[in-house]
């Protein structure tokens, strides 16, 4: 009988888990780590080695650029390497500490992909059906399927633009609400839809509220659950959580401080919120280690079918820079050494993530940095992402200044 992909997942666990161990344990040293960081093995010459400080050049230019502590732990075939900078609560003076937990924004949406993949994977779901035929009279359109939301061409508007049009009242008004799925979806289609169903890419927090619907239709199970049982057990996520409507992030975690629109006003600490506003779009909470864990697995097809691993990272162009494309719930940035890494960026009030991996799953970076609605910071922490997977640049190179900016700084976003 065939593994299924839950089945072929239990049985890959005890190898990650093998995998993960085999890393050295995380460091907090800035520049000087403390402990040893690699088991010795022989570097592969057809992989750079990571520019560990580039990476915490990067890291250290998001803080001049507003964030309180930033940090990045790597994962390749010499081992791991951990970097920090700045602190992770200001109030105590506590340094950031790549052990720590904190909300990972929409990388969660790649949680979701892949939880209704694993769907479609057991027949459950179709991926070219109407939403509608599973959600009855939810959408507007009965055009709008599945593969839509997932690539974010349903035109389905985002309730978020609105919702957050003024940065911290915004917040302040959703920090301890609770909404059910149907009231996010009722506040999107309040506003105009974006584009005809397929006609192209605009991203939309409505998409993955809609994923979370139709996982909970397909399973009869609340999200946390279905991301509990085919992701975090399986892969022992043992810092990933999601406790939605929870305010707290449990444990040893980072402080978020968000950045209000009024020059030089005061950050706002936003660690506590129930990130109703989000869900299945972005409420999960992780670590660095969890992250290049899921990213390494995903890649090295431990989740999914080959089907549905080669569906999730068959991308189309984002933007006209030609380096950013989406998939299913998964990005792919081109790097400039010709490197392609598949993840998904995250921004939630006060915090901003990369999580991203090689597509042989080999090489994987995490970076956060707690602090957000601050564009220059999140476009420096993407600098983290050069830095590890192409390795020193050239003396010639240009340094951050030739990134492309963030994806919340590009004109389609807002
Ligand atoms: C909401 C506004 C940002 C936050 C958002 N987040 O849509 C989703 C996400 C979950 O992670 N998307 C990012 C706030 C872009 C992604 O996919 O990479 N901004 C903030 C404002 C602006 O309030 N007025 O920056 O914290």
Redesign the pocket.
């Known amino acids: 009988m065939p593994l299924t992909p839950h089945r072929r997942l239990v049985a890959s666990a005890t190898l990650i888990a093998a995998l993960v161990a085999g890393f050295a344990p995380a460091t907090s040293a800035s520049a000087a780590p403390s402990r040893p960081e690699s088991p010795a093995r022989a570097a592969d010459p057809a992989v750079p080695a990571p520019d560990m400080k580039g990476v915490v050049g990067a890291l250290n230019a998001a803080r001049a650029n507003g964030a309180p502590g930033a940090m990045a732990r790597f994962t390749g075939p010499d081992g791991t390497r951990t970097r920090t900078v700045g602190v992770r609560d200001r109030v105590s003076g506590a340094p950031m500490d790549t052990r720590a937990r904190f909300r990972?924004?929409?990388?969660?949406?790649t949680f979701s992909s892949v939880v209704l993949l694993q769907l479609v994977d057991e027949g459950r779901v179709e991926l070219d059906a109407p939403v509608n035929r599973y959600l009855s009279g939810l959408l507007p359109d009965e055009r709008i399927t599945v593969r839509h939301l997932l690539t974010h061409r349903s035109g389905l508007p985002?309730y978020?633009e609105k919702?957050?049009?003024?940065?911290?009242p915004?917040?302040e008004t959703v920090r301890n609400r609770v909404f059910g799925y149907r009231e996010l979806v009722d506040l999107a289609l309040a506003e105009p839809r974006t584009t005809e169903p397929g006609a192209a890419y605009a991203?939309s927090?409505t998409n993955?509220v809609v994923v979370g619907m139709l996982i909970e239709q397909a399973t009869g199970n609340p999200v946390a659950k279905e991301y509990e049982r085919r992701i975090f057990k399986p892969l022992r996520l043992r810092n990933t959580f999601y406790v939605h409507p929870d305010t707290r992030i449990k444990g040893l975690h980072v402080h978020g401080y968000?950045?209000p629109?009024e020059t030089g006003a005061p950050l706002v600490d936003?660690t506590e919120q129930t990130a109703s506003?989000?869900q299945s779009?972005?409420a999960v909470i992780s670590n660095p280690a969890d992250l290049n864990t899921f990213t390494t697995a995903l890649m090295r097809g431990k989740l999914l079918s080959p089907r549905m691993t080669e569906a999730m990272t068959t991308v189309t162009p984002t933007d006209t820079t030609g380096t950013r494309f989406y998939g299913l719930g998964l990005?792919r940035y081109d790097l400039s050494c010709g490197t392609q890494v598949y993840g998904?960026?995250?921004?939630?009030?006060?915090?901003?993530?990369y999580a991203f991996a090689t597509r042989d799953g080999r090489r994987s970076l995490a970076a956060t940095a707690n602090t957000?609605?601050?564009g220059a910071a999140n476009t420096a922490l993407g600098g983290t992402l050069e830095a590890a997977f192409c390795g020193k640049k050239p003396a010639t190179a240009r340094g951050f200044a030739a990134l492309p900016k963030?994806?919340?700084d590009l004109p389609e976003?807002?």
């Open positions: 990972i924004g929409s990388v969660s949406k985002d978020t919702m957050f049009a003024q940065t911290v915004g917040f991203y927090n993955f968000l950045h629109d936003s506003w989000a779009a972005g990005r998904h960026t995250g921004t939630v009030q006060g915090f901003y993530t957000s609605n601050h963030a994806e919340e976003r807002r």
